[in-house]
Nanobody, 128 residues
Framework: VQLQASGGGSAQTGGSLRLSCVASGFTLTYYNVGWFRQAPGKEREAVSAITTTEGVTYYADSVKGRFTVSRDNTKTTVYLQMNSLEPEDTAVYFC??????????????????????WGQGTLVTVSS
């Protein structure tokens, strides 16, 4: 059972990156997926979440209007499109999978401890 996040890299302020999250050993289609990030010296924080078949999405205030989470259930892949990047977005980004939370439980969906499986993270660096 494994999650793999990819797509990180370097961007300039105002630029864009798209992260992908794929699963092996289980079917991601049946899981809620969250994106979290951890900047150097800071605690891990929630970025976004998307629910299973309904595809309900939630965002942290810091990324609303700039980031978009989506999922392709035919490919069991979840994406995080990051636009208008800022230096404050520099962090290691993780995807995680949760089984069982309802689509209306937005606070829990944006809580790291609610997630069962985690990927290893992908580094995003935004320069000014």
């Amino acid at each position: 059972v494994q999650l793999q996040a990819s797509g990180g890299g370097s961007a300039q302020t105002g630029g864009s990156l798209r992260l992908s999250c794929v699963a092996s050993g289980f079917t991601l289609t049946y899981y809620n997926v969250g994106w979290f990030r951890q900047a150097p010296g800071k605690e891990r924080e929630a970025v976004s979440a998307i629910t299973t078949t309904e595809g309900v999405t939630y965002y942290a205030d810091s990324v609303k209007g700039r980031f978009t989470v989506s999922r392709d259930n035919t490919k069991t892949t979840v994406y995080l499109q990051m636009n208008s990047l800022e230096p404050e977005d520099t962090a290691v980004y993780f995807c995680a999978a949760n089984y069982g939370l309802g689509s209306a439980e937005f606070r829990r969906l944006l809580t790291a401890t609610e997630y069962d499986y985690w990927g290893q993270g992908t580094l995003v660096t935004v320069s000014s």
